[in-house]
């Protein structure tokens, strides 16, 4: 995260990271977590990132909570290339970044989510679902 979106380690040391197959899941620290390590756990925390290829793909919920923080590969878009974006269509634009997930930001610092920049465009990771027309009603 700090390579990346400079999005600084420290902010994680009250975290434990648990891995589970290509996924990997937060948890907030706390002295009852070796009471629980005897039970049968499926899921807890929240989950953080996933193996997408040779990519270490964020989660969008991680991104919303933790992506204010981030210094780099962030996005600035306008709701009319936001708009775009949930039809499916790419943005063309010119960035200084390696190819690779980024923050998308609307209008500033409104934290959104991810979108991949492949180098000369740039396409959604959006949950499309999350992104209906009531979520943008208090922007």
């Known amino acids: 995260m700090e390579d990346r979106f400079g ?20 948890l907030k620290k706390s002295r009852n977590i070796s009471d629980a390590a005897t039970l049968k756990v499926s899921l807890t925390g929240l989950r953080a990132f996933s193996q997408v290829g040779r990519f270490i793909k964020p ?3 991680f991104i ?5 923080e981030a210094k780099r590969a962030r996005v600035e878009i306008s709701t009319e290339e936001l708009s775009l ?17 980024v923050i998308l ?6 934290v959104l ?19 209906t ?3 943008f009603h208090d922007l």
């Open 113 to 131: 989510g991810l979108g991949f920049w492949d180098g000369h465009e740039l396409r959604s990771q959006l949950p499309k679902k999350l992104f």
């Open 64 to 68: 919303q909570l933790f992506g204010k």
């Open 133 to 135: 027309q009531s979520y």
């Open 59 to 61: 989660s969008t919920r």
């Open 85 to 101: 974006l949930l039809k499916g269509q790419a943005l063309s634009k010119a960035l200084d970044m390696e190819k690779g997930y």
């Open 105 to 110: 930001c609307l209008e500033r610092d409104f």
């Open 7 to 26: 999005i600084p380690e420290h902010l994680f040391n009250d975290y434990l990271l648990l891995k589970q197959e290509k996924a990997w899941w937060l």
